[in-house]
């Protein structure tokens, strides 16, 4: 299935985490389809980050720097906008922080979602929402198990457990306070995404991109580690899919995965290697210990998307990194970023060409 234009356009969409690597690429996708998007997150944590340095604050109705942790300003900005879709984004989203700052990862991720959920409870406009958590919400005892949606929750680090409790408190509220209201809401738990713009510390393709493009030395942890590496576009699709259903059929309000097809799952290695292949970069590899836990195999069965969403994945392991690492190149050449803009809406054509094609 493929999104429909007709849906979206005029669409007021709420979406938090705005500023951030999956929100500034929602943005865009959204404003393709005609959607009117309102952001609320706060400033991007990197330096150079996709929001800032290519303006995408110009593309919105409304840019909300604020804290979710704020119960009162969240009400009012939802008040404010009375959107008819809510996309929920905004979370501290590394593993690696969540070591570093376990109070403001559980503060942000849980709380936030619960101000989140009041907020939307005391507005009737809003009609559908998508509650984004993750794949490190299942309790993973390194099995190499393909999770599947009703698989038991857990996490071993603070920012899984963190997601994990996002999720229960979700269904809590979903029981108490959703039953009976006409406004449906899932959560959505995609794999580890990929693509150009996310300069978040620690995550391996801005590694890649910025090391390799400049022939400096790449260190990586985990080499071993296999991912199910997906391109950012690729859930995003996933989640407007569901949100256009849910916004006309209650039946769909659930959980649901949107990872990668299996065949994309890759070694951190294998994908360093590719990245340097097809940059021709001259650059040395270095392994580093890594003294942090972070599981070995993490792999999502998405049978459910595919089978009520048709919803699949359709880029390589392989395209979706020739992808990302042709945005970061593209970047490293031009002066104006504001350019990005358009090379980011000729990606995400081309992937709706492709999807075209393949359903
Ligand atoms: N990137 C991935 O591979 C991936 C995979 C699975 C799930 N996710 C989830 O997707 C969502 C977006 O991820 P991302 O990669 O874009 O993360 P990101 O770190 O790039 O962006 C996070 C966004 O949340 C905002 N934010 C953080 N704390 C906030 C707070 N207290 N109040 C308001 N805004 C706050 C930031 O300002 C930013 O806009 C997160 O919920 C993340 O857990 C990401």
Redesign the pocket.
């Known amino acids: 299935m493929n999104v429909s234009k007709k849906f979206w356009k005029n669409k007021k969409v709420f979406v938090?985490?705005?500023?951030?690597?999956?929100?500034s690429w929602l943005t865009i996708i959204l404003k393709l389809l005609g959607a009117k998007v309102y952001g609320?997150?706060?400033?991007?944590?990197s330096n150079p980050n996709f929001?800032d340095n290519v303006k995408l604050t110009k593309l919105l109705e409304k840019d909300y720097r604020?804290?979710?942790?704020d119960l009162k300003n969240l009400k009012n900005a939802i008040k404010k906008t009375k959107p008819s879709i809510v996309i929920h984004?905004?979370?501290?989203?590394?593993v690696f922080v969540s070591y570093s700052d376990p109070v403001?990862t559980v503060?942000?991720?849980v709380i936030?979602t619960m101000n989140l959920l009041e907020a939307i409870k005391s507005e009737k406009s809003i009609k559908a929402g998508i509650i984004?958590?993750?794949?490190?919400v299942y309790k993973n005892l390194e099995k190499k198990k393909k999770f599947k949606e009703n698989e038991p929750l857990g996490g071993h680090d603070v920012y899984s457990g963190s997601?994990a409790a996002s999720e229960i408190i979700f269904h809590s509220y979903q029981k108490s306070f959703f039953q009976n209201l006409n406004c449906n809401l899932s959560t959505v738990?995609?794999?580890?995404?990929?693509g150009g713009g996310?300069w978040?510390e620690d995550?391996i393709m801005k590694d890649c991109a910025e090391k390799l493009i400049q022939n400096k030395k790449l260190l990586i942890r985990s080499p071993n580690a296999t991912r199910p590496w997906q391109h950012?576009i690729e859930p995003l699709i996933g989640y407007l899919i569901l949100a256009e259903k849910m916004y006309k059929n209650k039946n769909y309000s659930s959980s649901w995965n949107f990872g990668p097809n299996l065949k994309n799952n890759l070694k951190v290695i294998d994908l360093v290697n590719f990245s340097k292949k097809i940059l021709k970069s001259k650059s040395k590899i270095k392994l580093v210990k890594n003294n942090l836990y972070e599981s070995t195999n993490l792999a999502l069965n998405s049978d459910k998307s595919l089978k009520y969403l048709k919803w699949k994945t359709i880029l390589t392991a392989k395209e979706a990194i020739k992808f990302s690492l042709d945005w970061y190149k593209f970047y490293s050449q031009i002066k104006s970023k504001e350019k990005m803009i358009e090379f980011s809406k000729k990606q995400i054509q081309k992937y709706l060409y492709l999807l075209k094609r393949k359903v």
């Open positions: 938090t985490g705005h500023t951030g690597f999956k929100g609320y997150a706060l400033n991007p944590i929001f604020q804290n979710i942790q984004l905004a979370a501290q989203s590394s403001d503060q942000s991720n936030g984004v958590t993750t794949d490190k997601k738990r995609s794999g580890n995404c990929i996310d978040t995550r950012v």
